[in-house]
């Protein structure tokens, strides 16, 4: 695994997004997650604009992040509001 996205830095989102540093099932905490790789993986291809293994698994995350703001948005409206304003995230 990369540098980028050590233990220490998972527990501080899980800690941030989530019930606690140890949640790592809530979709909050996945969603943070995943933008987080998202944003790294977006600077990623912006210099390496035919690095296309890359940009795949890039559309992958934000496909996976989707179904999970998606599944939040008909589990509970409040959490979804609050995820997106949180992250900063467009409808």
Do not use: C
Not at 20 to 41: C, K, M, V, W
Not at 53 to 65: E, F, H, I, S
Request: net charge positive; no cysteine.
């Amino acid at each position: 695994m990369s540098d980028y996205l050590n233990s220490d830095k998972k527990q501080e989102i899980f800690g941030k997004y989530g019930k606690s540093n140890t949640d790592t099932g809530s979709p909050e905490s996945q969603i943070a997650l995943f933008s987080y790789r998202i944003n790294h993986l977006t600077e990623h291809m912006r210099s390496n604009k035919k690095d296309h293994n890359t940009q795949r698994a890039l559309l992958r995350l934000v496909g996976k992040r989707r179904r999970l703001l998606d599944y939040l948005k008909d589990r509970d409206i409040e959490r979804y509001r609050a995820i997106l304003k949180e992250l900063d995230l467009r409808k």
